[in-house]
């Protein structure tokens, strides 16, 4: 028996599904504008969740959330530059990031996610979001192709309607919107899958290097693997390659087998953990990385992994998420003030985030292709910050487009010299 919602707001301007960072920061910002905001998150937070390794970019909204004082007196350990690792061992030149740009937001975070997200989402509710944890919403509600509400359970089973001008879909991977509307398109090119563990007394370097992300490439180039300094002596280690490559074809269906296999194709990788001691089970993602056709629509919005999701090589899926849920609570928060939520004003950000994305990606299929990163910037020491803007995530700006052709003509002259 459906019920009309009975307790906390009834009939709130926006409801938010999802209480990961892009449903917290869409929330956050859109209640301090004044407008009334529910929030309906499945889980009860503290939760487990990957993606550890935050971008200096995400330091903006950060700021607008007001989160930065919290997160300077975390425990976090502090994140200086990326590096990465050739197939035989070798430590390229490291990108940091406050040599490239002097600002205190070139200093960010290696965060453990279900602390993160704690604070994430307990900071909307101290800016007057109404927070409901333990509610799954069933359905989005939709009149004459407009999304009006949603009907959501709590853990009793007691289902009920709420009705709202908008409806941000911030669900992860679940999609409810997307899926609902067939929107999702999976992406062609990056079919990979990932196996993740942690250790607990992996080696780690020291001083500004201490935090830093480390890329470590397999033999053959036929994956890499993450390596993500987290507080308490603890590391985040995972493998990506291709599904096919890393579930098809082999002797063994064992996740466990599979990840040491790698670890054997990996010289970077090796003495890293060759002393530690694994603190957690072996986990598993396989082909995930896609997006929607539209980021919204009339009365509905999608933000974070509820849009799309990017293979995570560089670290931009908080940053996106963060990103998609500040664009699209300026729209919402437009919106609901001059009485226009269609979706031309719900999803008006949608083009320049989209182009940012792209050029993410674009950067991750350059890697991917086999393009040599140190021979490119010793050729064209000039852009060197062009990449290095993509890799702090500073990617809304046209002149990175600039890279690309110079990437084209040097994988050109490689293949050239290979043959």
Request: proline share 4%; hydrophobic share 40%.
């Amino acid at each position: 028996m459906i019920q009309q919602a009975s307790r906390g707001l009834t009939q709130p301007d926006v409801v938010v599904i999802g209480g990961g960072p892009s449903g917290a920061t869409t929330a956050t910002l859109v209640a301090k504008q004044g407008h009334s905001v529910l929030l309906l998150e499945r889980e009860h937070f503290p939760r487990y969740h990957i993606g550890e390794s935050l971008i200096p970019e995400t330091f903006w909204v950060l700021e607008r959330l007001g989160m930065l004082e919290k997160l300077r007196g975390s425990r976090f350990v502090n994140k200086h530059s990326v590096q990465f690792v050739s197939e035989h061992g070798r430590l390229s030149e490291p990108f940091y990031f406050a040599d490239h740009k002097p600002h205190e937001s070139a200093r960010t975070w290696q965060v453990l996610r279900q602390d993160f997200d704690m604070m994430m989402l307990e900071n909307a509710r101290d800016h007057g979001v109404e927070v409901q944890e333990g509610v799954r919403v069933l359905d989005v509600l939709f009149d004459a192709g407009r999304a009006v509400g949603v009907r959501a359970a709590d853990e009793t089973g007691a289902v009920r309607e709420i009705r709202c001008r908008v409806v941000v879909d911030a669900a992860g991977q679940s999609c409810m919107i997307q899926d609902r509307l067939g929107l999702r398109e999976w992406d062609p090119v990056l079919k990979k899958a990932a196996i993740w563990t942690y250790w607990k007394g992996a080696l780690r370097d020291s001083g500004r290097d201490e935090g830093a992300t480390m890329v470590m490439q397999t033999q053959g180039k036929q994956g890499w693997f993450w390596y993500i300094p987290l507080h308490d002596d603890v590391a985040s280690v995972g493998v990506v390659a291709p599904y096919d490559y890393l579930f098809r074809g082999r002797d063994t269906k064992d996740i466990e087998k599979l990840y040491f296999e790698e670890v054997g194709r990996c010289p970077g990788v090796q003495p890293r953990i060759a002393g530690a001691e694994r603190n957690g089970p072996f986990r598993v993602a396989k082909e995930y990385s896609y997006r929607s056709r539209q980021v919204a629509g009339d009365g509905w919005v999608l933000v974070g992994d509820a849009f799309g999701f990017l293979d995570p090589l560089y670290s931009s899926g908080v940053l996106l998420a963060l990103k998609s849920g500040a664009c699209a609570a300026d729209a919402i928060s437009e919106g609901l003030s001059k009485g226009d939520t269609s979706a031309a004003q719900l999803g008006k950000w949608g083009p320049e985030f989209i182009a940012g994305m792209d050029r993410m990606r674009r950067l991750v299929c350059e890697f991917y292709d086999g393009l040599n990163f140190g021979q490119f910037v010793r050729k064209h020491s000039d852009r060197k910050g062009l990449i290095t803007d993509v890799l702090i995530g500073d990617l809304f700006k046209e002149d990175i487009d600039t890279l690309w052709p110079l990437m084209d003509e040097l994988k050109a002259e490689q293949s050239v010299a290979v043959s």
